[in-house]
């Protein structure tokens, strides 16, 4: 089914229809909606609403079914009632999603990308840097917190592979960064283990060669009041506010300063997660 809307006029509702592909293209005026259809592909061809478009209940095949946009504007273009994430392929190319309305709607992240040999990776990359960003803008409009965030994290992850170390090492080492210790501000697990690992690490280091607190490692002569204090001592030490150790060397005071300073960041990035789903 092919609708040019260039040759089409008026208020059009379209109910209950099984069909293979609909294809929408043109400049549409029309006030449009399907409403409980069963289709393989929905296909934007060139398409630009200057109308209103409504699509509920869109049903799939399960096998093969593709939502592609082409060259089109998707402006008061509401999608209701669907599960997108069904999908085999979400493919977007040269198009405006950030007005895009979705309504109870579950989403798939993974957006593809027509194969073509005249577009170079660097220009596939920023198809789908600016594909994410415009659904980040959708969901931003629509208060849509965590799926804003999901779309800024694929975002961030497509950004930081357009950039190469020669040309701009500083703004990849961030962006590397951010994706190691929380996944863009994603993953809860992550930023923890970041946190209590890395803070670990550096404890260790302090007893081991410095003798903390007159705390030792061993494994023959441990004892839990020794488990205990040092478990204290530690938990103490990931606080950034702690008192400087005292009676303390040069070295003990490099380590102690790498411990305020990355324990600083990575309590930011667990703060950053957990406040994922609370509202704006």
Not at 71 to 85: A, G, P, R
Request: net charge neutral; charged share 25%; proline share 0%.
């Amino acid at each position: 089914m092919i609708f040019n809307f260039d040759r089409v006029s008026g208020n059009i509702q379209i109910d209950l229809i099984n069909i293979e592909r609909i294809l929408l293209g043109g400049i549409n005026k029309t006030n449009i909606s399907f409403n409980d259809i069963a289709t393989k592909e929905l296909v934007f061809h060139r398409f630009f609403n200057t109308g209103y478009l409504t699509i509920d209940w869109w049903k799939r095949n399960l096998n093969n079914s593709c939502l592609k946009v082409e060259n089109s504007n998707l402006k008061n273009v509401e999608i209701t009632n669907s599960d997108l994430h069904e999908l085999d392929k979400f493919i977007v190319s040269a198009s405006n999603l950030s007005e895009l309305v979705l309504n109870n709607c579950t989403l798939k992240y993974d957006l593809d990308h027509e194969e073509d040999t005249h577009i170079s990776e660097l220009d596939k990359f920023r198809i789908a840097k600016d594909a994410y960003r415009q659904l980040k803008i959708a969901m931003s409009r629509q208060s849509d917190k965590v799926n804003e965030l999901k779309f800024h994290s694929m975002e961030m992850h497509t950004y930081s592979k357009m950039l190469s170390w020669n040309e701009h090492f500083w703004t990849k080492l961030l962006l590397v960064y951010d994706k190691i210790t929380s996944d863009f501000g994603q993953d809860l697990k992550r930023a923890l283990a970041c946190l209590f690992g890395l803070h670990l690490f550096l404890y260790l280091i302090l007893i081991g060669f410095f003798d903390l607190n007159g705390i030792t490692l061993s494994i023959a002569n441990a004892e839990w009041k020794y488990f205990w204090k040092a478990f204290g001592d530690y938990l103490n030490l990931i606080l950034p506010t702690h008192k400087f150790l005292d009676n303390a060397d040069g070295k003990v005071y490099i380590i102690d300063f790498l411990m305020r300073f990355f324990s600083s960041l990575l309590i930011y990035n667990v703060i950053r997660v957990a406040r994922r789903f609370a509202a704006k």
